[in-house]
């Protein structure tokens, strides 16, 4: 059980300080008390067996960094449970906050009113490393350029939510969210008894559905692609999923050419249109002809394409810029100039570093702060003070110092902890983040919950799997299932009607078989 | 060959089949079952009370209304896969298969056999241990499902294509379109569209009629191929044609209607003159009919109905002609004698 001292600086999701599971965690803690240690062990080998024969992996270099290793993708059989009330408030703040950053790409492209009004500093917003001048003025179908966006969420030491990162590029994980549920159903159904769970499997079917909605096909049926770099990305697991489970083709850059300005892929009855595109690899590699001229993995003419209005790109190009950590900071005075509103999530405190007096007040107590590349993603090049070096500081310092627009520093967060288990199965508190996962077609729709993702080694808050994270299966409760106790779901409220019985084939009589029997003695 | 070797393959067949769905069916639907419905559309409701349902009355699955309705979730489970005590439990189904291969073990190839009785084995020797605990009947049930496909892997490759093969199909074949049936007639909403209004505006009611149908595809097993055939979200409606109607699914009702035929017409010495035969040409015609002349959105409980009695029919007839008359008969005394047979062995 976790020690009284982590209550003081960290939240637990699961317990009070005082010891006593939350409200809506008490079911779940019974449960996991009468599994004890040697039975969460137990699953876990279960777990790790599975994984291994259905190939949910992820390769991490070995020890001698020679060759890469496959191993079970970290699935931490101890759920986090969030109430139904608390997931409609983030559910309301992420929305609020998409709508916003897609105001922001369409500004950005388009008006620049935002600059005008002096909001956003211009030469910030074009110095962007995803600011893509190649899709000026291009509006795709219903206004929409993030279709699916994660946010990365954190909770303070006080329980309140945090946004620490927006994604809308190629945010990945989704896949992770549906198989741990799967796994999490088969392995351990008994921590589930006394819920009643949202389902998340239902993702891959909005995703579909948003793309058809903003695909521009006027007669038919919209023919949809998953586009992949290739099988040797890391993220290709996810992008087979989510081909498979929409039931659509996954298609790499040599299937797709184009033709006078609308894109087809290769098959064996000649040329298909492709109305939409779920594309996974970034902005710089899509077309040669208008980003890097290098790219091998991209679509000569596709940029045209999409300039035409004959196909519809998810995300659309150019969106990165939104999501960009120097950008970040601008989000709470998007969603009120854009919107109106006040933001119903907050963002973590951020200092921009290109103004000389800030910089040199953050430099100065840089050991307190995190400090993070602009344009980088998943965890790279980011210093977290408290746990940097001596040297490892000083460097970032040059670094800073040598080109301050692509910093940013923040206050670090006490990221809340959640019990997670050994190898042994004994429970310990870990620091969780949370990426919840939205998709924005006539609507914008969230899958309850999202990807938790949780630092395996104690004390640690880095939580990226490429660097020893693990994950949580994430429920969200019914709303009124956090009442501490509840019976079992409800037998069916209709009565299913009467079939006719079932059949079993009969041969010999009974009498003749135990005259067999009686035989043999 | 003998008309009762010719019925004890026939029932392995339809044996292997019902462990293989039961065991599909108790997978998808009690996962399903642990969460709640998706926000977005509540859908069909096929939840573990409607599988004992599907199972009918004899099964002993609901043996009066008070009894079914104290029924708790593990005991339902566990009742379906590892209660050797009940004739429609998984385990159950097995016995009966390896009961039915040993009395044919002269026919079936002594491979055939072997994987028939190891599953067996393994499956009596680990009910006891470890599938006895939570989550372990979903492993048994993954078990089953992986020896079944061996199983029929070995009679496809191993197996001459005589008359004895074509009867284990046939066993299977029905089967297979008789729980089906079944499912869809449990889950099927009653009206779901029964005015056939097509594209009509969808009124509440209708449109939780024809919610998403996820639990009956997983618990057929037929989830990735609806995805690659049907464009069309995995509503009721659509789910229920495909599973009724799609002959390129191999466990659709039409295709295994086709089969069934396919399997007497070459087993029947005058299959011009043979009434299974003909009935089940009618009835594959008919459904072929059907997927043709059916407006978008109509009623199928009514269809499902008539074929699982045509089916019901077609079994009768089979005795009738090949069997000699023996009939298959509801009986639990079967199971019974089966049971205490396995006790006189071990004794």
Same mark, same amino acid.
């Given at each position: 059980?976790?020690?009284?001292?982590?209550?003081?600086?960290?939240?637990?999701?699961?317990?009070?300080?005082?010891?006593?599971?939350?409200?809506?965690?008490?079911?779940?803690?019974?449960?996991?008390?009468?599994?004890?240690?040697?039975?969460?062990?137990?699953?876990?080998?279960?777990?790790?067996?599975?994984?291994?024969?259905?190939?949910?992996?992820?390769?991490?270099?070995?020890?001698?960094?020679?060759?890469?290793?496959?191993?079970?993708?970290?699935?931490?059989?101890?759920?986090? /449970?969030?109430?139904?009330?608390?997931?409609?408030?983030?559910?309301?703040?992420?929305?609020?906050?998409?709508?916003? #950053?897609?105001?922001?790409?369409?500004?950005?492209?388009?008006?620049?009113?935002?600059?005008?009004?002096?909001?956003?500093?211009?030469?910030?917003?074009?110095?962007?490393?995803?600011?893509?001048?190649?899709?000026?003025?291009?509006?795709?179908?219903?206004?929409?350029?993030?279709?699916?966006?994660?946010?990365?969420?954190?909770?303070?030491?006080?329980?309140?939510?945090?946004?620490?990162?927006?994604?809308?590029?190629?945010?990945?994980?989704?896949?992770?969210?549906?198989?741990?549920?799967?796994?999490?159903?088969?392995?351990?159904?008994?921590?589930?008894?006394?819920?009643? /769970?949202?389902?998340?499997?239902?993702?891959?079917?909005?995703?579909?559905?948003?793309?058809?909605?903003?695909?521009?096909?006027?007669?038919?049926?919209?023919?949809?692609?998953?586009?992949?770099?290739?099988?040797?990305?890391?993220?290709?697991?996810?992008?087979?999923?989510?081909?498979?489970?929409?039931?659509?083709?996954?298609?790499?850059?040599?299937?797709?050419?184009?033709?006078?300005?609308?894109?087809?892929?290769?098959?064996?009855?000649?040329?298909?249109?492709?109305?939409?595109?779920?594309?996974?690899?970034?902005?710089?590699?899509?077309?040669?002809?208008?980003?890097?001229?290098?790219?091998?993995?991209?679509?000569?003419?596709?940029?045209?394409?999409?300039?035409?209005?004959? /196909?519809?790109?998810?995300?659309?190009?150019?969106?990165?810029?939104?999501?960009?950590?120097?950008?970040?900071?601008?989000?709470?005075?998007?969603?009120?100039?854009?919107?109106?509103?006040?933001?119903?999530?907050?963002?973590?405190?951020?200092?921009?570093?290109?103004?000389?007096?800030?910089?040199?007040?953050?430099?100065?107590?840089?050991?307190?702060?995190?400090?993070?590349?602009?344009?980088?993603?998943?965890?790279?090049?980011?210093?977290?003070?408290?746990?940097?070096?001596?040297?490892?500081?000083?460097?970032?310092?040059?670094?800073?110092?040598?080109?301050?627009?692509?910093?940013?520093?923040?206050?670090?967060?006490?990221?809340?902890?959640?019990?997670?288990?050994?190898?042994?199965?004994?429970?310990?508190?870990?620091?969780?983040? #949370?990426?919840?996962?939205?998709?924005?077609?006539?609507?914008?729709?969230?899958?309850?919950?999202?990807?938790?993702?949780?630092?395996?080694?104690?004390?640690?808050?880095?939580?990226?799997?490429?660097?020893?994270?693990?994950?949580?299966?994430?429920?969200?409760?019914?709303?009124?299932?956090? /009442?501490?106790?509840?019976?079992?779901?409800?037998?069916?409220?209709?009565?299913?009607?009467?079939?006719?019985?079932?059949?079993?084939?009969?041969?010999?009589?009974?009498?003749?078989?135990?005259?067999?029997?009686?035989?043999?003695? | 060959?003998?008309?009762?070797?010719?019925?004890?393959?026939?029932?392995?067949?339809?044996?292997?089949?019902?462990?293989?769905?039961?065991?599909?069916?108790?997978?998808?639907?009690?996962?399903?079952?642990?969460?709640?419905?998706?926000?977005?559309?509540?859908?069909?409701?096929?939840?573990?009370?409607?599988?004992?349902?599907?199972?009918?009355?004899?099964?002993?699955?609901?043996?009066?209304?008070?009894?079914?309705?104290?029924?708790?979730?593990?005991?339902?489970?566990?009742?379906?896969?590892?209660?050797?005590?009940?004739?429609?439990?998984?385990?159950?189904?097995?016995?009966?298969?390896?009961?039915?291969?040993?009395?044919?073990?002269?026919?079936?190839?002594?491979?055939?056999?072997?994987?028939?009785?190891?599953?067996?084995?393994?499956?009596?020797?680990?009910?006891?241990?470890?599938?006895?605990?939570?989550?372990?009947?979903?492993?048994?049930?993954?078990?089953?499902?992986?020896?079944?496909?061996?199983?029929?892997?070995?009679?496809?490759?191993?197996?001459?294509?005589?008359?004895?093969?074509?009867?284990?199909?046939?066993?299977?074949?029905?089967?297979?379109?008789?729980?089906?049936?079944?499912?869809?007639?449990?889950?099927?909403?009653?009206?779901?569209?029964?005015?056939?209004?097509?594209?009509?505006?969808?009124?509440?009611?209708?449109?939780?009629?024809?919610?998403?149908?996820?639990?009956?595809?997983?618990?057929?097993?037929?989830?990735?191929?609806?995805?690659?055939?049907?464009?069309?979200?995995?509503?009721?409606?659509?789910?229920?044609?495909?599973?009724?109607?799609?002959?390129?699914?191999?466990?659709?009702?039409?295709?295994?209607?086709?089969?069934?035929?396919?399997?007497?017409?070459?087993?029947?010495?005058?299959?011009?003159?043979?009434?299974?035969?003909?009935?089940?040409?009618?009835?594959?015609?008919?459904?072929?009919?059907?997927?043709?002349?059916?407006?978008?959105?109509?009623?199928?409980?009514?269809?499902?109905?008539?074929?699982?009695?045509?089916?019901?029919?077609?079994?009768?007839?089979?005795?009738?002609?090949?069997?000699?008359?023996?009939?298959?008969?509801?009986?639990?005394?079967?199971?019974?004698?089966?049971?205490?047979?396995?006790?006189?062995?071990?004794?």
């Amino acid at each position: 059980m976790p020690e009284a001292t982590a209550h003081d600086l960290f939240y637990d999701e699961l317990f009070e300080p005082g010891g006593a599971p939350r409200r809506a965690a008490a079911a779940l803690v019974a449960e996991l008390e009468r599994l004890g240690a040697d039975g969460l062990a137990e699953a876990g080998r279960r777990r790790d067996a599975a994984f291994l024969q259905q190939g949910i992996t992820f390769e991490t270099a070995a020890a001698d960094g020679s060759r890469s290793l496959e191993r079970p993708f970290p699935l931490d059989l101890v759920p986090r /449970v969030l109430s139904g009330a608390e997931w409609s408030h983030l559910k309301r703040g992420l929305a609020q906050r998409i709508r916003a #950053l897609n105001h922001f790409v369409d500004d950005v492209y388009h008006g620049r009113e935002i600059v005008r009004e002096e909001i956003v500093p211009w030469t910030l917003v074009a110095s962007r490393s995803h600011f893509a001048r190649a899709v000026h003025g291009i509006r795709p179908p219903g206004g929409v350029y993030c279709h699916v966006a994660g946010c990365d969420l954190v909770r303070h030491a006080d329980g309140s939510w945090r946004v620490i990162e927006d994604n809308v590029r190629t945010p990945s994980g989704i896949s992770y969210v549906i198989e741990n549920r799967a796994a999490m159903t088969q392995l351990v159904p008994q921590l589930f008894a006394g819920y009643r /769970v949202r389902p998340v499997d239902h993702y891959p079917q909005l995703l579909l559905r948003a793309l058809r909605s903003v695909a521009p096909s006027a007669d038919s049926e919209a023919t949809v692609v998953v586009w992949t770099p290739g099988s040797l990305n890391s993220a290709y697991f996810e992008h087979a999923f989510l081909a498979r489970q929409m039931g659509v083709e996954l298609v790499e850059a040599s299937d797709l050419v184009v033709r006078d300005d609308v894109l087809y892929m290769r098959t064996t009855r000649g040329l298909v249109r492709v109305h939409a595109v779920y594309r996974r690899l970034d902005d710089d590699f899509v077309d040669p002809l208008e980003f890097r001229p290098d790219s091998l993995l991209g679509v000569p003419g596709l940029v045209r394409a999409y300039r035409a209005g004959s /196909v519809a790109i998810a995300n659309a190009f150019g969106t990165g810029v939104a999501d960009d950590k120097a950008i970040y900071h601008y989000v709470p005075e998007m969603v009120r100039f854009y919107l109106g509103e006040e933001p119903l999530l907050e963002n973590v405190t951020t200092y921009l570093l290109h103004d000389a007096e800030v910089r040199e007040q953050v430099l100065s107590r840089i050991g307190e702060l995190v400090v993070k590349p602009t344009g980088e993603s998943g965890g790279k090049g980011v210093c977290i003070g408290p746990h940097a070096s001596e040297q490892e500081l000083e460097e970032v310092a040059a670094a800073v110092r040598a080109q301050p627009e692509a910093w940013i520093a923040q206050e670090l967060v006490r990221l809340s902890t959640v019990p997670t288990a050994g190898p042994d199965g004994v429970l310990a508190p870990r620091h969780v983040d #949370l990426r919840p996962f939205a998709v924005f077609g006539e609507r914008i729709d969230i899958v309850p919950g999202g990807l938790t993702r949780v630092a395996l080694e104690e004390g640690s808050m880095i939580v990226n799997s490429s660097r020893g994270g693990g994950s949580k299966d994430t429920w969200v409760l019914e709303d009124g299932d956090d /009442v501490a106790d509840r019976a079992g779901p409800p037998i069916a409220d209709t009565t299913p009607p009467a079939l006719p019985d079932l059949r079993y084939g009969t041969w010999s009589s009974q009498q003749q078989q135990q005259q067999q029997q009686e035989e043999v003695r | 060959m003998l008309a009762r070797i010719a019925h004890e393959l026939y029932w392995l067949g339809r044996n292997l089949a019902r462990a293989e769905f039961t065991a599909r069916a108790c997978d998808g639907v009690f996962r399903a079952e642990l969460q709640s419905a998706a926000e977005t559309s509540p859908g069909v409701r096929f939840g573990w009370n409607g599988l004992l349902a599907m199972l009918g009355a004899s099964g002993g699955a609901l043996d009066g209304g008070e009894g079914a309705a104290m029924l708790r979730r593990e005991q339902a489970l566990e009742r379906l896969t590892l209660d050797a005590d009940r004739p429609d439990s998984m385990l159950a189904c097995v016995e009966r298969a390896r009961e039915g291969a040993r009395t044919v073990r002269d026919v079936i190839s002594a491979e055939m056999w072997e994987a028939i009785n190891a599953t067996t084995l393994s499956l009596r020797r680990d009910a006891a241990a470890s599938w006895r605990l939570p989550g372990g009947a979903y492993q048994a049930s993954q078990y089953v499902k992986q020896r079944t496909a061996l199983i029929w892997g070995i009679a496809e490759r191993a197996m001459l294509r005589d008359e004895a093969k074509r009867f284990l199909d046939a066993g299977g074949f029905i089967e297979v379109a008789d729980m089906v049936l079944r499912m869809l007639r449990v889950a099927l909403p009653a009206g779901a569209a029964s005015d056939g209004g097509g594209a009509a505006a969808p009124d509440p009611a209708e449109a939780r009629a024809d919610g998403n149908a996820f639990a009956l595809l997983q618990a057929v097993g037929g989830f990735h191929a609806y995805l690659r055939a049907v464009t069309a979200p995995p509503n009721a409606q659509p789910v229920a044609r495909f599973l009724l109607f799609q002959r390129a699914y191999p466990d659709s009702v039409a295709a295994c209607v086709d089969s069934l035929h396919e399997a007497f017409a070459a087993a029947d010495a005058s299959p011009h003159e043979s009434k299974p035969v003909l009935r089940v040409s009618r009835l594959a015609a008919d459904l072929e009919f059907q997927r043709r002349a059916l407006p978008d959105g109509a009623e199928l409980l009514g269809i499902c109905e008539r074929v699982q009695h045509e089916l019901a029919r077609v079994d009768q007839d089979v005795a009738e002609r090949y069997f000699a008359g023996a009939t298959g008969d509801v009986a639990r005394s079967s199971l019974h004698a089966t049971g205490g047979e396995r006790n006189a062995v071990a004794a």
